[in-house]
């Protein structure tokens, strides 16, 4: 029988309405949709044709000829909640590293850097497994959130949820940047802490930060670690943890594969090897890779 979530799936002609800079590499882009009923849950992802953007045309051909294959289509987390009145995705341009990254990224530069207010493109969701359960309120009074870089999008559209569904259920997020710069969503975090002390707080792990921050924030200096954790777990058997950021990659595998090694554990993998370290059962992690 066929999934009745995947008829849901439709491909969406958007206007993209507003153009939000995050970060020096990162926007959240608006979509106006008309008049169509939307129907997302929070953690859903839509995903986007590069092969609809002319710009990329010339670029694609040669990606495709030299990896011999069809360059698939990207997907991006809704970043805006269900009840909010535009859908909305936040994208974080990939950079190419020579002699690191073995292909220069192909369309996060363009969205981020490219598409003006009044662009229209086509984009086909929503669907995905990382989603907020509709029960969340009677499972847990506790919902942790740890996310890395442009993993905390749908982590966003899920605290935003919470806060305007609910009101038994308090949340933390655990939020990893290389520095205070990259944070993604700073200014909106502040106020929903600000407007929620007591069922929002987030605490900012910046593994490379040297200057001094806002007095304001809750910041852990250093990657996440098992201490952090503990004390941003609380009680492991009420918890709910949400966990969102890269992962170990097809590529990486392959590449491991072929050294006889095993994959180096990327933030994903090592996230939730701490929270099983720190007590936190299996059933009770929900991830998303973003490899
Ligand atoms: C479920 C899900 C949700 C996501 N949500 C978001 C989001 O909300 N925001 C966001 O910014 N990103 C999100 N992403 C990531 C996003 O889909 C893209 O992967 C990202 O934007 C990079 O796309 P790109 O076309 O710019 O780069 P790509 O062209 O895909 O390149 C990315 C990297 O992969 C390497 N690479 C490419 N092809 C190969 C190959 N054949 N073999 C080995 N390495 C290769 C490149 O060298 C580069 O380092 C999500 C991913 C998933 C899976």
Not at 109 to 119: E, F, K, R, W, Y
Request: hydrophobic residues 35%; glycine residues 6%.
């Amino acid at each position: 029988m066929a999934d009745p979530a995947r008829k849901k799936i439709q491909q969406l002609d958007v206007m993209v309405s507003r153009v939000i800079t995050e970060t020096h590499d990162a926007v959240t882009l608006e979509l106006f949709t008309g008049n169509e009923h939307l129907t997302y849950k929070p953690g859903h992802f839509l995903t986007i044709d590069p092969h609809q953007f002319p710009a990329l045309e010339r670029f694609i051909a040669y990606l495709e000829h030299i990896k011999g294959r069809k360059e698939p289509a990207r997907a991006y987390s809704l970043a805006s909640a269900p009840h909010e009145n535009y859908i909305s995705i936040t994208v974080k341009e990939e950079r190419y590293e020579a002699g690191k990254t073995p292909y220069p990224p192909l369309l996060s530069p363009l969205l981020v850097s490219q598409i003006p207010a009044g662009t229209r493109m086509k984009v086909t969701g929503f669907t995905g497994p990382f989603t907020l359960p509709d029960d969340i309120g009677e499972r847990t009074d506790h919902v942790l959130h740890v996310a890395a870089g442009s993993g905390a999008v749908p982590n966003f559209s899920m605290i935003k949820h919470i806060l305007e569904t609910t009101d038994n259920v308090r949340q933390t997020l655990v939020y990893s940047n290389k520095t205070w710069a990259d944070v993604i969503y700073k200014r909106s975090l502040a106020s929903l802490t600000a407007l929620h002390p007591q069922r929002l707080q987030v605490i900012h792990a910046l593994t490379r930060q040297e200057e001094h921050i806002d007095p304001g924030e809750k910041i852990h200096r250093g990657r996440i670690d098992a201490d952090l954790l503990t004390k941003a777990v609380g009680d492991t058997d009420a918890v709910e943890v949400f966990v969102c950021g890269p992962g170990v990659t097809p590529a990486d595998k392959k590449a491991a594969k072929e050294a006889g090694t095993a994959p180096k554990p990327r933030f994903l993998e090592s996230a939730v090897a701490l929270l099983k370290e720190v007590g936190v059962a299996p059933e009770k992690i929900h991830t998303e890779s973003y490899g």
